[in-house]
């Protein structure tokens, strides 16, 4: 990662991961996707996010849609990027692959997110959907933009 957010002090992982968890500035779509960040490791550019699916995602099968699953491992991926840049820096998703392994009904789920390369004009990460019982449901990879960090509108 560049220079991004070096001359501003970097909180330590506990203290970051309770900046997100108390913001009072939280966007309305990460309460609707039922989120809460549950790890930081900023050293290893990593994040968890937990997530309580609601019954409202599900598709006529019973299981979640899959576009509520990308947009939870979109929404880790991107505040990794955010935490990663210790909040000077945004990353919006250029592209996004997304791979759907086994499906996921309503109810608790977690996502990992990961940056595997920040670079000055592109930033590569990969996200894994996991269900309540810890087994693999999709997988992401991502290219996105760095840029600086600013609320648009």
Same mark, same amino acid.
């Given at each position: 990662?560049?220079?991004?957010?070096?001359?501003?002090?970097?909180?330590?992982? $506990?203290?970051?991961?309770?900046?997100?968890?108390?913001?009072?500035?939280?966007?309305?779509?990460?309460?609707?996707?039922?989120?809460?960040?549950?790890?930081?490791?900023?050293?290893?550019?990593?994040?968890?996010?937990?997530?309580?699916?609601?019954?409202?995602?599900?598709?006529?099968?019973?299981?979640?849609?899959?576009?509520?699953?990308? $947009?939870?491992?979109?929404?880790?991926?991107?505040?990794?990027?955010?935490?990663?840049?210790?909040?000077?820096?945004?990353?919006?998703?250029?592209?996004?692959?997304?791979?759907?392994?086994?499906?996921?009904?309503?109810?608790?789920?977690?996502?990992?997110?990961?940056?595997?390369?920040?670079?000055?004009?592109?930033?590569?990460?990969?996200?894994?959907c996991f269900d309540a019982d810890g087994?693999?449901?999709?997988? $992401?990879? $991502?290219?996105?933009?760095?840029?600086?960090?600013?609320?648009?509108?």
């Amino acid at each position: 990662m560049s220079n991004a957010g070096e001359d501003k002090p970097r909180l330590s992982d $506990a203290d970051m991961l309770a900046r997100f968890q108390n913001s009072k500035k939280r966007p309305p779509c990460s309460d609707t996707l039922g989120m809460r960040l549950s790890e930081v490791e900023q050293d290893a550019k990593r994040i968890r996010m937990d997530f309580d699916v609601p019954q409202m995602f599900a598709n006529p099968t019973g299981a979640v849609q899959g576009g509520f699953i990308a $947009a939870m491992m979109d929404e880790a991926m991107s505040t990794c990027c955010i935490i990663a840049s210790n909040v000077t820096m945004t990353a919006p998703t250029l592209e996004m692959k997304t791979s759907y392994l086994r499906r996921l009904m309503p109810g608790n789920a977690h996502v990992e997110a990961n940056i595997l390369k920040w670079g000055r004009s592109a930033a590569f990460m990969e996200a894994e959907c996991f269900d309540a019982d810890g087994k693999l449901v999709a997988k $992401a990879t $991502a290219t996105a933009i760095p840029m600086p960090f600013k609320r648009l509108g």
